[in-house]
C-alpha cells in the first residue's frame, strides 16, 4: 500500500470526512483537510507533519486556490481528492424557497467544481490522480418524499463525474462517484441537515420521512464510519477504479431495487419506447 499519496478531502470536521482524515495519517499518508474553520479540524486532529488543516469556503474560488496551491506547496503533489463536503437539505419542492434551493447546490454542487477546476492543471501536469466524488445513494435513487432538492444536487454530482470520468480517461486521471448508504455519523443532526422553515402538514409522505430521519434512523445507521474510511483507502490503491460505487449494504440493495424496476419499465414499454423511430 502506497502511503506516500498525497490526500485532498474537503468537508474533513466531522463524519465520513473526519474518520478518512485520522485514517490516512494513522497510515502515515499526507492530508491537507478543509473545513469552514481551523478549530473545526485541530479540535479533532492531532498535530502531525503530515497534516495540513486548512480553512476553506468552497463557495469561494479564490480561497479554494489558495488551499490547492497551499497543500502541493507543503507535499509537492496532489494524487487523492476526495470531495466530501456537503449537507442535507429536506423540506418539498413547494416548502423550499429558491434561497435555500441555491444555497444546497451552492455548496454541494458548485463547492466541488471549484475543487475540481482548481485541482485539474496539477493532475494534468502530473499525468495521473484520482478523484473521488461523494454523491448519496439519494443520487442514483429519488423516491424519498421531501428530499428533492437534496436529491438533484446528489444526481448532478453523478452525471458530471460520467462526464468528467470520460474527460479524463486519457489524461490518466481516474474518477469515482461514492454512492453511501447511512452511516452512524452526525449527518442527520443540526448543521448538517436542514428542515424546511414553513412545513405544509398536507405533505403527509414527507413529514413522516422528516420524522423517521430526525427520531428513528439517528443513532441507528447501518454504517460504520471505521469501515468507510478503509473502503476509502482500498479503492485509491485499485488499479482499475469503479465509476460507481455504493458504499454500505443498505445503499447496495436500494440501488439493486432501482435497477430492478428500471428493467421492469424497460420490459413493459419496449415497444412504446423504441414506437417514435422514423
Known amino acids: 500500500m502506497n502511503t506516500q499519496k498525497v490526500w485532498f478531502v474537503t468537508g474533513a470536521s466531522k463524519g465520513l470526512g473526519l474518520s478518512l482524515v485520522k485514517k490516512l495519517l494513522d497510515e502515515g499518508y499526507k492530508v491537507a483537510a478543509t473545513s469552514r474553520t481551523i ?10 507533519e503530515n497534516f495540513l488543516p486548512l480553512e476553506v469556503e468552497l463557495t469561494d474560488e479564490s480561497s479554494v486556490k489558495s488551499a490547492i496551491d497551499r497543500t502541493v506547496e507543503k507535499f509537492g503533489e496532489i494524487n487523492v481528492v476526495v470531495n466530501n463536503a456537503g449537507y442535507g437539505q429536506l423540506g418539498t419542492i413547494e416548502e423550499l424557497t429558491d434561497k435555500d434551493a441555491r444555497n444546497n447546490f451552492d455548496v454541494n454542487i458548485f463547492g466541488l467544481l471549484n475543487v475540481m477546476r482548481n485541482v485539474l492543471p496539477y493532475l494534468r501536469k502530473q499525468g495521473q490522480g484520482y478523484i473521488m466524488n461523494i454523491s448519496s445513494i439519494a443520487g442514483f435513487l429519488g423516491t424519498f418524499p421531501g428530499w428533492g ?42 448543521g448538517s441537515l436542514n428542515l424546511a422553515k414553513s412545513p405544509i402538514a398536507d405533505y403527509k409522505e414527507a413529514r413522516e420521512v422528516e420524522r423517521m430521519h430526525v427520531e428513528d434512523i439517528i443513532g441507528n445507521q ?3 464510519p471505521e ?4 473502503a476509502f483507502i482500498e479503492l485509491a490503491n485499485l488499479e482499475s477504479a469503479p465509476l460507481h460505487f455504493f458504499m454500505g449494504s443498505d445503499s447496495f440493495a436500494m440501488s439493486a431495487n432501482k435497477i430492478e424496476a428500471v428493467q421492469k419499465d424497460l420490459k413493459e414499454n419496449e415497444s412504446l419506447s423504441k414506437s417514435t423511430d422514423f
Do not use: C, H, M, W
Not at 178 to 185: A, H, N
Open 149 to 190: 432538492i437534496y436529491n438533484a444536487t446528489k444526481f448532478a454530482v453523478a452525471g458530471l463525474t460520467e462526464a468528467f470520468s470520460a474527460e479524463a480517461a486519457s489524461l490518466g486521471i481516474k474518477a469515482t462517484i461514492v454512492y453511501p448508504g447511512y452511516f452512524r455519523t452526525n449527518f442527520l443532526s443540526e
Open 227 to 230: 469501515k468507510a474510511a478503509q
Open 222 to 224: 447501518t454504517g460504520d
Open 39 to 48: 478549530e473545526g479540524l485541530t479540535r479533532s486532529i492531532e498535530p502531525n
